[in-house]
């Protein structure tokens, strides 16, 4: 019974070395610095923006261009790029516990695109590229984050239109606004009052001395006018009281 034991432990020990062998088997030098270039060259990189669809929102609008107006969505596009054969793909983002795989076969001569289906989102995904060469079949070669941004409301406000470059006012954005609403547009307002203020001054410099002149003469126009008219009724009373005197010696 003992021997029977034996055995069975044997056969079981040498049964696990042989599966272990087999699993600690690699690709050797070359293929390793073959995959880890392939791995190396693959990117991710995102689009994002707006898109006209085939589809009507009102026929009787018509646009710039003269023609009806199409629905416009936002969109946030993700392109893997440089995939090959001796390869294969894992996706999973911070927002889902879904992991996709991906495989050349899936891709477009090697280019993989895909849509990030809520664009009110930050999102970052996480890409593994593993080996699918049969030496080393699932070696993790490579992992690659892309942090993929979140459409900004506040890009619609009329400010926006004066403010371009302002945080607030940037489509997509890869940061969230913590901000109350009152506290966002009362920055708004803040900084479109000061470029407005930076704006005159600007322009007053920019004007000549004649202009300045006469700037100041239409902005102070009644206060010109009462001096004027001062200084004319001045003027004709001190001609009265003087013919008045020289009469007077006359006589």
């Known amino acids: 019974m003992k021997k029977?034991?034996?055995?069975?432990?044997?056969?079981?020990?040498?049964?696990?070395f042989i599966k272990g062998i087999k699993a600690a088997s690699t690709c050797d030098y070359s293929e390793q610095v073959e995959l880890q270039n392939i791995a190396a060259s693959i990117k991710a990189t995102y689009e994002a923006g707006r898109r006209k669809t085939d589809e009507f929102v009102d026929?009787?609008?018509?646009?710039?261009?003269?023609e009806g107006a199409y629905l416009v969505k936002k969109f946030v596009d993700v392109t893997i790029?440089?995939?090959?054969?001796?390869?294969?793909?894992?996706?999973?983002?911070?927002?889902?516990?879904?992991?996709?795989?991906?495989?050349?076969?899936?891709?477009?001569?090697?280019?993989?695109?895909?849509s990030k289906e809520n664009v009110y989102e930050i999102v970052e995904y996480k890409i593994q590229v593993f080996s699918n060469h049969e030496h080393c079949q699932?070696?993790?070669?490579?992992?690659?984050?892309?942090?993929?941004p979140m459409y900004n409301d506040y890009s619609d406000y009329g400010y926006c239109n004066s403010l371009p470059n302002l945080f607030y006012c940037q489509e997509f954005i890869t940061s969230e606004i913590t901000g109350s609403v009152v506290d966002v547009t009362a920055e708004m307002s803040r900084q479109y009052d000061l470029?407005?203020?930076?704006?005159?001054?600007?322009e007053t410099k920019e004007l000549s001395f004649?202009?300045?002149?006469?700037?100041?003469?239409?902005?102070h126009?009644?206060?010109?006018?009462?001096?004027l008219g001062l200084i004319i009724l001045l003027g004709v009373a001190a001609t009265v009281i003087a013919f008045k005197k020289r009469r007077s010696r006359v006589l």
């Open 4 to 16: 029977v034991i034996s055995g069975c432990f044997t056969f079981l020990l040498c049964f696990s």
């Open 59 to 66: 026929i009787d609008t018509i646009d710039e261009n003269g």
């Open 81 to 114: 790029l440089n995939i090959t054969d001796q390869v294969y793909l894992t996706v999973e983002n911070n927002k889902s516990t879904e992991k996709k795989t991906y495989y050349y076969s899936d891709t477009e001569n090697g280019i993989l695109h895909f």
């Open 138 to 148: 699932g070696d993790l070669l490579r992992t690659i984050t892309l942090l993929t």
């Open 195 to 202: 470029l407005k203020k930076t704006e005159e001054v600007h």
């Open 210 to 219: 004649w202009e300045k002149i006469g700037q100041f003469m239409k902005e």
């Open 221 to 227: 126009i009644l206060i010109i006018a009462i001096v």
